[in-house]
């Protein structure tokens, strides 16, 4: 049995202040992608594990991924989806395709982007083929694409700890698909929810009991998957928002009725869905004032990994007004690590850091420290942590100590999802107070573990919490976080 894996992922935020280049997407072709992801904890990983655990012979033909920003550009979204479709053709016949996508890429021209690939890998390989795509957690799956495809995947987890997982259950699921032993039918749900990323955790609160649910009726007999994706807000496109996909083997009614009772339960919680997190201001305090440390603040407004710029000062303006010390703070400045690069190491300065992409993120603030470590920004994380990924890269990369915290600059944008990212430069997080983790939920994987307590912070950004309807277009008028709103 000839399989081809391939994936083409991207979470596009539509109220980045930049949009997303070919240029930022890391390409894979063939070979390369058993080397990069053999070892990953990512879907690509459990696809590679397939062979093995499935008896199929895996075809590698492309992959590309980049780190969330803005929507991505015409001309790119045209090659990219362009190589995928080449490398499939030329690897024809294939018994199945396994398809890794985000679920969230919105492009110019394509605002449900990842609808529009599977729609045309489905053109290209006609309706027998078996093509099984997967998605993470916050995908605003179109119902068009579940049509498109044979099934639907979806990471169960967030922080996204399970994609190995769901990439061995999707090839599992394709195996047995082409073996004629399964015959997927799949159904989608929409609740018209907005549902917002700070109940995006699934170990907790309303979501748990959702995912819950989900999880006992994957065991029941008939049902081959079951998923819920929480949606992804900072998209403003038609179907933006949670969806729930049952795939049920050969009994489409099923999968429609029990996709039905998953939403119906999901509505149920959307009383529960009311924010009532502080601002940087109380959230600076609160950490002051807690008795156990080190405390992390998650600033939501700068979720890197939400495609925000990574420079955002809210917190770090509150954390030098109110005099904390002990803190470490993590910031996407390129010019300011290189003009600690051009000090050199034990140098005093003065320098401009942060707010500096946009206007989103907070003003640009004057610090003075020392510079103590310069690094190339390379390091590796081999623990199982959100993205499931392995080999990261912030570019030159300094820590400037002042007389309070640390500040990392970093040239690459770098979502904290390691504490790797902190130790390669030299700082051990065992002996900070306060971390200043730029994400929502997804810092948990790694800031969860050395925090004694996590406080989350509604700043402004281009991932804010709280974006009034208003400043939506093109997602649908009725969810009820707005009607609710609007009484
Ligand atoms: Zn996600």
């Not at 599977?118 to 119902?143: C, F, K, Q, S, W």
């Not at 068009?144 to 979806?154: K, R, W």
């Not at 959230?283 to 700068?302: H, N, Y």
């Amino acid at each position: 049995m000839r399989v081809g894996i391939a994936f083409l992922s991207h979470e596009s935020n539509t109220f980045a202040s930049f949009t997303t280049a070919l240029g930022d997407f890391e390409i894979v072709r063939g070979q390369e992608i058993l080397e990069k992801h053999a070892a990953t904890y990512h879907e690509v990983g459990g696809f590679i594990a397939s062979a093995e655990a499935f008896g199929v012979e895996i075809v590698p033909l492309f992959g590309a991924d980049a780190t969330p920003s803005g929507t991505v550009e015409a001309e790119a979204y045209g090659a990219l989806v362009g190589e995928l479709l080449d490398s499939i053709r030329a690897a024809l016949p294939l018994d199945g395709l396994l398809l890794a996508l985000h679920g969230a890429m919105a492009a110019d021209g394509f605002t449900h982007a990842d609808g529009e690939t599977v729609r045309r890998v489905r053109a290209l390989l006609g309706p027998e083929i078996p093509l099984v795509v997967t998605h993470d957690y916050h995908g605003n799956v179109p119902p068009q694409l579940v049509e498109d495809a044979t099934a639907l995947v979806i990471y169960k987890t967030c922080p996204h700890v399970d994609q190995r997982e769901r990439g061995l259950q999707a090839a599992e699921l394709l195996a047995r698909t082409v073996r004629a032993e399964a015959r997927p039918e799949a159904a989608i749900v929409k609740p018209e929810l907005l549902y917002n990323i700070a109940f995006h955790n699934t170990g907790s609160g309303p979501m748990k009991q959702v995912m819950d649910a989900a999880i006992e009726l994957e065991r029941k007999a008939g049902i081959l998957a079951a998923s819920v994706a929480a949606g992804y807000q900072y998209a403003d496109v038609p179907w933006m928002g949670p969806s729930v996909v049952v795939v049920a083997d050969g009994e489409p009614a099923l999968a429609q009725r029990e996709a039905g009772r998953l939403a119906e339960l999901m509505w149920s919680t959307r009383d529960e869905l009311l924010p009532r997190i502080p601002g940087p201001a109380e959230a600076v305090r609160m950490a002051m004032a807690s008795a156990e440390t080190p405390v992390s603040l998650f600033e939501m407004g700068d979720n890197i990994g939400g495609g925000s710029a990574g420079d955002s000062t809210f917190v770090l303006e509150e954390l030098l007004r109110q005099g904390a010390d002990g803190w470490v703070a993590a910031l996407y400045d390129p010019e300011a690590a290189a003009a600690c690069a051009v000090a050199g190491i034990g140098a005093q300065l003065t320098l401009p850091v942060g707010g500096k992409v946009d206007d989103q993120h907070g003003p640009t603030l004057t610090v003075t420290g020392k510079v103590r470590a310069l690094h190339d920004g390379m390091f590796i994380e081999t623990e199982r942590r959100h993205g499931g990924k392995r080999e990261w890269d912030q570019g030159l990369t300094a820590v400037l100590a002042t007389c309070e915290g640390l500040l990392l600059l970093a040239s690459v944008r770098t979502p904290p999802m390691s504490l790797n990212q902190l130790r390669s430069a030299g700082i051990l997080p065992e002996q900070q107070r306060i971390f200043v983790a730029k994400g929502a939920v997804a810092p948990r994987a790694a800031y969860g573990p050395v925090s004694a307590r996590i406080i989350e912070v509604d700043t402004a950004g281009a991932t804010s919490i709280s974006r009034p309807p208003e400043a939506y277009q093109r997602a649908r008028r009725g969810l009820y976080e707005w009607t609710r709103q609007a009484r």
